[in-house]
């Protein structure tokens, strides 16, 4: 019984910046891996960003010196920089622990002039 609830997306022209939360709730293994993912409409969808319990940090390429995710406990945050048209997307927040996984919702992050 593991809930995310995110927050945070929205409209933001070329350059701006956003700050997607996502909070986890429920039974909870204290080692976990949280996240987020996001698809573009035709496309696959990808990883952005995943933060371990003990603070390892994975990034895509293409976000990499822009997006910075950073968490307090089963809290996952997704801070977004230089946003681009390019990252216009449902961003998806995850949680794994115990061969286990867990999404949200989804947020919509639109980048547009």
């Known amino acids: 019984q593991v809930q995310l609830v995110e927050s945070g997306g929205g409209l933001v022209q070329p350059g701006g910046s956003l700050r997607l939360s996502c909070a986890a709730s429920g039974s909870i293994f204290s080692i976990n891996t949280m996240g987020w993912y996001r698809q573009a409409p035709g496309k696959e969808r990808e990883l952005v960003a995943t933060i371990t319990s003990g603070g390892s940090l994975n990034y895509a390429d293409s976000v990499k010196g822009r997006f910075t995710i950073s968490r307090e406990k089963n809290m996952v945050y997704l801070q977004m920089n230089s946003l681009k048209p390019e990252d216009t997307a449902v961003y998806y927040c995850?949680?794994?622990?115990?061969?286990?996984?867990?999404w949200g919702q989804g947020t919509q992050v639109t980048v547009s002039s």
């Open positions: 995850t949680l794994r622990f115990l061969s286990r996984s867990y």
